[in-house]
């Protein structure tokens, strides 16, 4: 009986392995696994010459064999064995990125990364995180706190997904989703002064948080009445501007300043204490959780101005980077939320 040899290019040190196709895999795998040209090609649904010739080119590009066809059923060369464990390989890491490609779209794995402002984390996103996990356990959730500016940065660089905020959003780098509408109030110490000179103008705490008729009927303080008294304001070294400058933006002269505070919960406390008066957004009155509260009053638009009593809250995303199923996701439930009144914890 004659043994039929096929001969191959001795010299190859220089041949370059190319990547597998798709198909050089599926018959790799498939012929080793059978040990025979014609059981691979009725696994296959594919003629028997026509993997022969897929393997032939495979060979003779090498300049090695794969298969040894002296034996039956044919088994693996050691370049073969190379060949075919490294296509299982292959083929078990597709099946694993299809895997989980499936399991991010199923919202079953992936990250979520939110960037706010340490005063809307601690008392705005508890319960929507917390609803969110719940619902999605395999999904990993991280809040980046820090001012405006820094997180329309880290937007921007991708270091995170959205960012709830202020609308303060430039549209030609963001795209933007209204979420609710903050509204400011004036906030003056029980013991202070002024609530004696506008004791008709006066509101509780639970009248705004319960927007009770007295919210809607009682009259308006203008910022002219407040020109000589002392304000507590947010430390512009590590925030925005501070609303209360806004206001006085139509007057020829700026309020007076007791304190600077790093934060909007110690203004309110300070405020609380009888250092001074300031302007509050109606989310720390309400999602704050305090157990005593200032004096509040409804503040009347400055003259010339337009929309400085409120401003828009909204979910902000880059327009430069590609957003996830997760996010969507995300602001679907805080807007369900927020339109069932239970934004905060």
């Known amino acids: 009986m004659k043994r039929r040899f096929i001969c191959y290019d001795k010299n190859i040190k220089n041949r370059q392995v190319n990547p597998m196709t798709a198909q050089q895999i599926q018959y790799i795998i498939t012929l080793a696994e059978e040990g025979s040209f014609s059981k691979a090609a009725k696994k296959l649904y594919v003629t028997q010459p026509s993997i022969s010739q897929l393997i032939k080119n495979m060979e003779s590009q090498l300049g090695m064999p794969l298969f040894d066809r002296s034996s039956t059923p044919i088994r693996l060369t050691t370049v073969g064995q190379a060949y075919y464990d ?6 078990s890491t597709e099946r694993e990125l299809e895997n989980r490609v499936f399991e991010i779209n199923e919202l079953k794995t992936g990250t979520l990364t939110i960037g706010t402002t340490p005063f809307r984390a601690s008392c705005m996103l508890p319960r929507s995180l917390s609803a969110f996990k719940s619902s999605f356990p395999g999904i990993r959730l991280e809040v980046i706190t820090s001012n405006p500016e820094e997180l329309k940065a880290l937007l921007l660089s991708g270091e995170i997904d959205i960012c709830i905020e202020t ?16 509204h400011y109030y004036l906030a003056v110490g029980a013991s202070h002064e002024f609530n004696r000179r506008h004791s008709d103008c006066q509101l509780k705490a639970s009248d705004i948080t319960s927007d009770s008729p007295a919210l809607y009927n009682c009259g308006e303080i203008s910022i002219r009445d407040c020109l000589h008294e002392a304000f507590i304001v947010l430390d512009t070294k590590n925030n925005d501007r501070d609303i209360t400058f806004d206001f006085f933006s139509s007057e020829t002269r700026l309020p007076e300043i007791a304190l600077r505070a790093y934060n909007i919960e110690t203004i309110f406390h300070w405020i609380n204490s009888g250092l001074g008066i300031g302007i509050l957004p109606d989310t720390l009155i309400r999602f704050g959780n305090f157990r005593e509260h200032p004096v509040y009053y409804r503040l009347q638009e400055p003259k010339g101005c337009f929309g400085i009593t409120e401003r828009k809250i909204v979910v902000a995303y880059s327009k430069k980077h590609f957003l996830t199923q997760t996010a969507p996701a995300y602001i679907n439930l805080l807007k369900q939320l927020i339109g069932q009144g239970t934004w905060k914890l």
């Open 167 to 182: 609308d303060t959003f430039d549209p030609e780098l963001f795209y933007t989703e209204e979420l609710s509408v903050e």
């Open 86 to 91: 490294a296509a299982k390989k292959i083929q």
